[in-house]
């Protein structure tokens, strides 16, 4: 079992920056899994994927983050990030981190970014993040 412990959210303004991290309790986990990944979720709508990062390195972003959201893992550290940029008020949400698992659709590995929250095995407990 793996435990994802998520810190790093807060109250900031329009414009300015956070960055989130999850640190996995297994060593190496990081560096071996094939997916890590940043859903976030608005109380009463549907819980959004917003970055993935595949064991090769792939990074996928919801277009409404691109350019300004940057996913990415420390190895040594066993630690996955999301350095958020120009946040906006419509960024507000809690934000949870999630890896492992995957999914085959006629055999073949979906990709990713294309995965689902449910596809994932762990998940961090989010963090909150407002932006006014």
């Known amino acids: 079992h793996v435990q994802l412990v998520e810190s790093g959210g807060g109250s900031v303004q329009t414009g300015g920056s956070l960055t989130l991290s999850c640190v996995a309790s297994?060593?190496?986990?990081?560096?071996?899994?094939?997916?890590m990944a940043w859903f976030r979720q608005v109380e009463g709508k549907e819980r959004e994927g917003v970055a993935a990062?595949?064991?090769?390195?792939?990074?996928n972003y919801v277009d409404s983050v691109k350019g300004r959201f940057t996913i990415s893992k420390d190895y040594n550290n066993n630690t996955l990030y999301l350095r958020m940029n120009s946040l906006r008020p419509d960024d507000t949400a809690t934000y949870f981190c999630?890896?492992?698992?995957?999914?085959?659709?006629?055999?073949?590995?979906?990709?990713?970014?294309?995965?689902?929250?449910?596809?994932?095995?762990?998940y961090g407990q989010g963090t909150q993040v407002t932006v006014s």
């Open positions: 999630a890896a492992g698992g995957g999914r085959r659709v006629r055999g073949t590995l979906v990709p990713c970014g294309n995965l689902e929250w449910g596809d994932f095995v762990y």
């Open positions: 297994a060593p190496g986990y990081t560096g071996d899994t094939f997916c």
């Open positions: 990062v595949g064991s090769d390195g792939t990074t």
